[in-house]
């Protein structure tokens, strides 16, 4: 990809558009920019996904929490965007089962609680819930605990059964990113937008910075698709603009997930669980099913907290894991312990800000997204969610558009996107049936090779945390496949001895940093 980035900026021809950011709003709008015709180029400045969009929870849902604030627009939005990904990514996209315990009060029955669930979760299959084909249904105690033997049984009254669905985030921005380019449009990873120049105060060049290489590259518009570095990138490009967009504010709030051995709590389905002490409740997620019924890990998240330190490396504290795992051992007849938990990951919610919501809880300020477009060439699109990536891209090209001129309708809607592509990895397993790389059984050597020749996986970290989920859900199987994965780098992309040392290094020193926060409580 990146000989054809230097060759179209060879030609000294302008591009349609420049997409700042490959996290899924970046890939999404180069995807439908590339469907509608436009010549276009996504550039990010470290891996695809790298920034929060391999650190969500994972869910594609309407957000039952967004009905309870009274958004009924975003919650009917997100579940109509749900229903067309799982069309377009049809087994990528599963149903996940979720289960909403109600807990006895004094030890009574909470009538009025038990009527409040249900009339919202009326209000989620109404406003579009349906469309996964499956209604919410009652459950009695003897449900409940069928589904989630480890619940407290002295505190549990019964619960509510309701149906989203999740995905795996990385896995989705990796694939709308690779139909982007088979619809023609070039994408670069470890690219970063450095500069900008502008003729007669309009957007003209992007100046790009890849591996301490300089290119320059004309264009005719650029999208700002950076999540919560938009300002930064807001500084690089609005000053010089005959007409700068409006200032904006991007409120990061830091979100983290734990994952724990799925043995300490036993779900078959997915759990709200609330969180003693705070009107937030969080998420309990079992993965990787297992062929006995069972599930190998579980995950628990998120916490929903202002972050004032730095935004490319979001800390998790020693307290936001504590928070998680209260909500868990208060519900659940568990004790699970900071020792308990084997994989960790945080990122930040990059949430636009009016002047009401910049004082206040962050999980109360809005998911909505919102785009600006400058007659000068410059479009910015920030906030929402994974689950409207689609939506947010349409409403992004709809802008465009009026920049550069009309193409073609919107046609994301009816576009598969991309998967693996099952003969390749056929093909490369044939080719190492003796393997030299013993590896855990979740991440082959075909794998890696898969992920470096066809997936644009450059660093150790980019295989072992967003081409494979290992890190997040195993650190320490992660940490055990490392050395044979950068042999297998090494011999693939021609790494030095020196280089391979200094990837092991670089992931030693994120899982170290990692373990370390979580004992100290600080990093
Ligand atoms: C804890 C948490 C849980 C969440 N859970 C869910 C969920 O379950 N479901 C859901 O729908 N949504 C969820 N979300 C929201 C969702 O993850 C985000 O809305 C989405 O991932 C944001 O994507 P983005 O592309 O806008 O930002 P990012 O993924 O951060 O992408 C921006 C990219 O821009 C790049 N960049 C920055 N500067 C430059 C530059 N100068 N040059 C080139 N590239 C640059 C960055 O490296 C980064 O990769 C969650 C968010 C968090 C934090």
């Given at each position: 990809m990146l000989e054809q980035l230097q060759a179209k900026a060879d030609r000294f021809e302008a591009v349609d558009l420049v997409v700042v950011g490959g996290g899924i709003t970046g890939a999404g709008v180069a995807l439908d920019a590339a469907l509608r015709g436009f010549d276009v180029v996504l550039v990010e400045r470290?891996?695809?996904?790298?920034?929060?969009s391999s650190k969500s929870s994972k869910l594609v849902h309407g957000g039952l929490r967004y009905l309870q604030q009274g958004d009924v627009a975003l919650v009917r939005e997100a579940l109509r965007e749900r229903s067309i990904l799982q069309r377009i990514a049809q087994g990528r996209v599963e149903v996940l089962p979720f289960l909403l315990p109600i807990f006895t009060k004094d030890g009574l029955f909470p009538r009025r609680i038990a009527r409040a669930l249900g009339s919202a979760l009326w209000a989620y299959d109404t406003a579009g819930g349906w469309r996964i084909g499956r209604f919410h249904r009652r459950l009695r105690k003897s449900g409940v605990a069928k589904m989630a033997p480890l619940l407290n049984s002295d505190r549990i009254a019964g619960g509510y059964l309701y149906y989203d669905a999740r995905a795996d985030d990385a896995r989705l921005t990796l694939d709308v990113a690779a139909t982007a380019v088979r619809e023609g449009a070039v994408a670069v990873n470890y690219c970063s937008l450095t500069g900008v120049k502008v003729k007669s105060g309009v957007v003209n060049t992007v100046e790009l910075d890849v591996d301490g290489s300089h290119i320059s590259l004309q264009t005719r518009c650029i999208v700002n698709a950076a999540g919560v570095w938009a300002e930064r990138v807001d500084d690089l490009v609005n000053d010089e603009l005959a007409e700068p967009l409006p200032a904006l504010t991007v409120r990061p709030a830091r979100g983290v997930h734990v994952t724990i051995p799925w043995e300490l709590v036993q779900t078959q389905v997915a759990m709200v669980l609330p969180v003693p002490g705070d009107k937030r409740s969080v998420f309990l997620v079992p993965d990787k099913p297992q062929p006995d019924g069972s599930f190998d890990v579980a995950y628990i998240g998120t916490t929903d907290t202002d972050h004032s330190g730095t935004l490319d490396d979001p800390a998790c504290t020693s307290d936001d894991v504590d928070y998680l795992l209260r909500s868990v051992n208060a519900a659940m007849e568990s004790s699970v312990?900071?020792?308990?938990?084997i994989g960790v990951w945080s990122g930040l919610r990059p949430l636009v800000t009016s002047d009401d919501d910049i004082e206040g809880r962050t999980a109360d300020v809005s998911r909505r997204h919102r785009v600006d477009m400058s007659s000068s060439g410059y479009v910015r699109v920030v906030g929402g969610k994974l689950t409207t990536y689609r939506s947010m891209a349409e409403d992004t090209l709809n802008h465009v558009e009026r920049i550069l001129g009309k193409r073609k309708p919107c046609s994301t809607h009816k576009t598969p996107l991309v998967d693996r592509n099952p003969r390749l990895l056929d093909t490369i397993r044939s080719n190492t049936s003796s393997s030299n790389f013993p590896l855990h059984s979740t991440l082959t050597e075909p794998e890696v090779l898969y992920a470096v020749r066809y997936e644009a996986a450059v660093h150790l970290v980019d295989v072992l945390t967003r081409r494979s989920r290992l890190h997040l859900l195993h650190r320490d199987l992660a940490m055990e496949c490392a050395e044979p994965v950068s042999f297998i780098m090494q011999q693939e992309l021609g790494w030095s001895e020196s280089t391979r040392q200094q990837e092991l290094q670089n992931y030693n020193d994120l899982c170290h940093s990692e373990i370390d926060a979580m004992r100290e409580g600080i990093r």
């Amino acid at each position: 990809m990146l000989e054809q980035l230097q060759a179209k900026a060879d030609r000294f021809e302008a591009v349609d558009l420049v997409v700042v950011g490959g996290g899924i709003t970046g890939a999404g709008v180069a995807l439908d920019a590339a469907l509608r015709g436009f010549d276009v180029v996504l550039v990010e400045r470290g891996d695809f996904a790298s920034g929060t969009s391999s650190k969500s929870s994972k869910l594609v849902h309407g957000g039952l929490r967004y009905l309870q604030q009274g958004d009924v627009a975003l919650v009917r939005e997100a579940l109509r965007e749900r229903s067309i990904l799982q069309r377009i990514a049809q087994g990528r996209v599963e149903v996940l089962p979720f289960l909403l315990p109600i807990f006895t009060k004094d030890g009574l029955f909470p009538r009025r609680i038990a009527r409040a669930l249900g009339s919202a979760l009326w209000a989620y299959d109404t406003a579009g819930g349906w469309r996964i084909g499956r209604f919410h249904r009652r459950l009695r105690k003897s449900g409940v605990a069928k589904m989630a033997p480890l619940l407290n049984s002295d505190r549990i009254a019964g619960g509510y059964l309701y149906y989203d669905a999740r995905a795996d985030d990385a896995r989705l921005t990796l694939d709308v990113a690779a139909t982007a380019v088979r619809e023609g449009a070039v994408a670069v990873n470890y690219c970063s937008l450095t500069g900008v120049k502008v003729k007669s105060g309009v957007v003209n060049t992007v100046e790009l910075d890849v591996d301490g290489s300089h290119i320059s590259l004309q264009t005719r518009c650029i999208v700002n698709a950076a999540g919560v570095w938009a300002e930064r990138v807001d500084d690089l490009v609005n000053d010089e603009l005959a007409e700068p967009l409006p200032a904006l504010t991007v409120r990061p709030a830091r979100g983290v997930h734990v994952t724990i051995p799925w043995e300490l709590v036993q779900t078959q389905v997915a759990m709200v669980l609330p969180v003693p002490g705070d009107k937030r409740s969080v998420f309990l997620v079992p993965d990787k099913p297992q062929p006995d019924g069972s599930f190998d890990v579980a995950y628990i998240g998120t916490t929903d907290t202002d972050h004032s330190g730095t935004l490319d490396d979001p800390a998790c504290t020693s307290d936001d894991v504590d928070y998680l795992l209260r909500s868990v051992n208060a519900a659940m007849e568990s004790s699970v312990t900071r020792d308990h938990v084997i994989g960790v990951w945080s990122g930040l919610r990059p949430l636009v800000t009016s002047d009401d919501d910049i004082e206040g809880r962050t999980a109360d300020v809005s998911r909505r997204h919102r785009v600006d477009m400058s007659s000068s060439g410059y479009v910015r699109v920030v906030g929402g969610k994974l689950t409207t990536y689609r939506s947010m891209a349409e409403d992004t090209l709809n802008h465009v558009e009026r920049i550069l001129g009309k193409r073609k309708p919107c046609s994301t809607h009816k576009t598969p996107l991309v998967d693996r592509n099952p003969r390749l990895l056929d093909t490369i397993r044939s080719n190492t049936s003796s393997s030299n790389f013993p590896l855990h059984s979740t991440l082959t050597e075909p794998e890696v090779l898969y992920a470096v020749r066809y997936e644009a996986a450059v660093h150790l970290v980019d295989v072992l945390t967003r081409r494979s989920r290992l890190h997040l859900l195993h650190r320490d199987l992660a940490m055990e496949c490392a050395e044979p994965v950068s042999f297998i780098m090494q011999q693939e992309l021609g790494w030095s001895e020196s280089t391979r040392q200094q990837e092991l290094q670089n992931y030693n020193d994120l899982c170290h940093s990692e373990i370390d926060a979580m004992r100290e409580g600080i990093r």
